[in-house]
């Protein structure tokens, strides 16, 4: 990251008020390095894109702040799965402090954000796969819409809206279930992440088997009552059964802002009308972190 930059991005990353308007000053001493594959000071190798939303705030440290905070202070050691993996920032984050032994597995069906993605997991000191098709409830083919946006490459959806911008192209799908039998038979997952823009209720119809196991320790799942109703919520409360607790990601502190996890019920969780992170973590991994005074998690204990 050229020097000039390095300042607003700690200020950013660090989770300061008042980012937009420093690096705003920045900017106008130094542009952002267009087109430039570079390593970010937290680590994450990056091709810097202006125009791309994603990259952009990735550049700027603002992007999803308090879930990569969150990712960086989680210790796993078994599986990793990252449905919607776009350019790696959230698998990467996740596997920063893993174990030696942990593995992984990316989902990514938008070309736009292959090369990224590749970039980041062939620099990461861990082994796995990155598998250029979508998680749905079925195996078979389906269009996914928006791809080659410039100015968004993560919104691409297997739903479609009228948001969406770019080109409909057809991607393979397949059941959660289907590649982990194939991959992965029986091993538990440490990390289930999902972020599919409005197609999460697909992703869980098609992990039911997973889901029910009890073998995935934390999942975490971006919400978009934006794009349709949540009720599939109800359907992944009755896999999980009462073995998970469950919370939204949130950021918190008046002056400098961290991640903090919020107790919600199912009936809250169905009300919220904005797009948020969902947090869910069997209790026994709970414990386990409150017992070694895991700030965010004693926090939250009740």
């Known amino acids: 990251m050229p020097f000039l930059h390095r300042f607003p ?28 594959k570079i390593q970010l000071p937290n680590t994450f190798p990056l091709i810097v894109n202006e125009k791309d939303w994603i990259a952009k705030t990735i550049y700027q440290g603002t992007y999803e702040r308090s879930l990569l905070h969150f990712l960086d202070s989680l210790v796993l050691s078994g599986l990793v799965v990252d449905v919607g993996a776009n350019i790696g920032v959230t698998l990467w984050h996740g596997l920063r402090h893993s174990h030696p032994t942990t593995k992984f597995i990316a989902f990514e069906p938008s070309k736009q954000c292959t090369t990224g993605l590749r970039m980041a997991t ?19 083919t389906q269009l996914m819409h928006g791809i080659e946006n410039e100015m968004h490459s993560g919104g691409a959806s297997l739903i479609s809206h009228s948001g969406l911008r770019g080109q409909s192209v057809e991607v393979e799908v397949r059941k959660l279930d289907t590649v982990l039998t194939e991959y992965f038979d029986g091993s538990p997952v440490s990390l289930l992440k999902i972020d599919t823009e409005g197609y999460e209720s697909h992703v869980i119809g098609g992990a039911d088997k997973l889901l029910n196991s009890g073998l995935v320790e934390i999942i975490i799942m ?21 073995g998970y607790l469950w919370f939204i990601l949130e950021e918190k502190g008046k002056f400098r802002r961290g991640p903090s996890l919020r107790r919600i019920s199912l009936y809250a969780s169905l009300t919220l009308m904005e797009q948020w992170n969902l947090v869910l973590l069997r209790t026994d991994i709970f414990e386990r972190y409150v017992r070694d005074g895991h700030p965010v998690f004693v926090e939250c204990r009740d």
Request: without cysteine; glycine residues 10%.
């Open 222 to 242: 971006e919400v978009s009552p934006n794009f349709g109703d949540v009720y599939y919520l109800k359907y992944l409360k009755k896999l999980l059964g009462e």
């Open 122 to 140: 062939s620099q990461m000191a861990r082994e796995g796969h990155v598998l250029e098709y979508a998680i749905g409830d079925s195996d078979g």
């Open 9 to 36: 991005f700690w200020f950013s990353w660090n989770g300061f008020r008042g980012s937009h308007i420093v690096w705003a000053l920045f900017e106008t001493f130094k542009k952002l390095p267009a087109s430039r």
